[in-house]
Structures are given as structure tokens and as C-alpha cells.
T-cell receptor, first 115, second 112 residues
Framework: ETGVTQTPRHLVMGMTNKKSLKCEQH?????MYWYKQSAKKPLELMFV???????ENNSVPSRFSPECPNSSHLFLHLHTLQPEDSALYLC??????????????FGPGTRLLVL | ELKVEQNPLFLSMQEGKNYTIYCNYS?????LYWYRQDPGKSLESLFV?????AVKQEGRLMASLDTKARLSTLHITAAVHDLSATYFC????????????FGKGTKLTVNP
């Protein structure tokens, strides 16, 4: 595997379910990100982790719970979601070591549908 | 708070024509990124612009940055169908990990 991978690619869940999204990066980066992309809004940053520490929580509801066990893996735990949470969830990574250029590399995304 | 606005949001053009997508941002941003997204796919990095007057070119796409005007442009030269995609600009601030603020995207359709 190369680049940034995400699983599952598609997920359908009920509002009472608990599920998790997984992201893995194979780029040796130190920063990882979760974004939400929906039809109604621009790409929204949700969380940022730098060297496994959360450095940004962009006022995300607590029904979304991130976890970053190491610099290569990032999870997004989901519980009691609402239909308006249906969206494409994108993971990204970047060097994150105060490098000059911090281009973020995106995974393919998880298309989530909440019924 | 950084805000990023793109225009137009939708652009339909004929093959062989030239056009420009504009990206305005509201406050000082250390760097400006352009990304491409094909339908159903993820974002692909195109350019990163770091300083005033920066210009980068790749094939039929050329991006520029004017930090005084807080404006970046993505110029398309002699468009071809393969350029059909949604193009996003994003402003970022310098740091160990960067918080990017994206524009709404410009959906480009190049017609034969």
C-alpha cells in the first residue's frame, strides 16, 4: 500500500450504531487530519493530530471521537450520528515537522450514509 | 479567521479555450494550495504557492499568487476534456501542522 488509505470506502449506519473509520498513511508523515465534505458546505477541517497529539478540534460534536495511536494511523469513532452527518469523510497527512511545505495528501475517503 | 472564496463556482468551457479561476482570501495566509478532485475521488495536490509573485505551471495549468491583493489565480490554457474536475484553493498558515481553509471549489466542465 502506498500513500493514504482509508477503510471502509462506503458505510451505511443507523443512528444508534457505533462504527469506526480507519486511516493509514505510508508516507512517513507526522501530522494527520480528518475532513468532512458534504454537498452543502465546503471541505471542513474536523481534527488535526501532530505527532499523535490532537492540536485542533474544529468544534466537532462529541458523537465524533478521533483516536491517533501512532503517527501512521488515525481513527474516527462514530456513535449516535444524525442523518445530516452523511458525507464524505477524508483523511489526510502531511510532514508535520515544521517543514517549509506542508502539502496535505488525501486518502480516497469514506462515503458515509446515516439512516 | 481566514476565509477563502472562489469564483466562479461552476465553469463550462469549450476545448481549446482559455479561462481563469479566482481565489480570494480574507486575511494573511502564508501559503496557498490548489487541489483537483475528480468525481467520486479524493483530492490531488496541484500546486503550493509560498510567496508573493509565485508562479507555477504544470501542463495547461498555471497558478499564481498576489499576497498584496490576497488573490490567487488558476489559469487554464487551451482546455482539454481531461481537465474536467472540481478545483479547490486552500489557504494555510505556517506551523508544524497546518490548518487549511478551503474554498467551495470550482466545478469545471470542458466540452468537446
Amino acid at each position: 500500500e502506498t500513500g493514504v488509505t482509508q477503510t471502509p470506502r462506503h458505510l451505511v449506519m443507523g443512528m444508534t450504531n457505533k462504527k469506526s473509520l480507519k486511516c493509514e498513511q505510508h508516507l512517513g508523515h507526522n501530522a494527520m487530519y480528518w475532513y468532512k465534505q458534504s454537498a452543502k458546505k465546503p471541505l471542513e477541517l474536523m481534527f488535526v493530530y501532530n505527532f499523535k497529539e490532537q492540536t485542533e478540534n474544529n468544534s466537532v460534536p462529541s458523537r465524533f471521537s478521533p483516536e491517533c495511536p501512532n503517527s501512521s494511523h488515525l481513527f474516527l469513532h462514530l456513535h449516535t450520528l444524525q442523518p445530516e452527518d452523511s458525507a464524505l469523510y477524508l483523511c489526510a497527512s502531511s510532514p508535520g515537522a515544521q517543514s517549509v511545505v506542508e502539502t496535505q495528501y488525501f486518502g480516497p475517503g469514506t462515503r458515509l450514509l446515516v439512516l | 479567521e481566514l476565509k477563502v472564496e472562489q469564483n466562479p463556482l461552476f465553469l463550462s468551457m469549450q476545448e481549446g479555450k482559455n479561462y481563469t479561476i479566482y481565489c480570494n482570501y480574507s486575511t494573511t495566509s502564508d501559503r496557498l494550495y490548489w487541489y483537483r478532485q475528480d468525481p467520486g475521488k479524493s483530492l490531488e495536490s496541484l500546486f503550493v504557492l509560498l510567496s508573493n509573485g509565485a508562479v507555477k505551471q504544470e501542463g495547461r495549468l498555471m497558478a499564481s499568487l498576489d499576497t498584496k491583493a490576497r488573490l490567487s489565480t488558476l489559469h487554464i490554457t487551451a482546455a482539454v476534456h481531461d481537465l474536467s474536475a472540481t478545483y479547490f484553493c486552500a489557504g494555510g498558515t505556517q506551523g508544524g501542522s497546518e490548518k487549511l481553509v478551503f474554498g467551495k471549489g470550482t466545478k469545471l466542465t470542458v466540452n468537446p
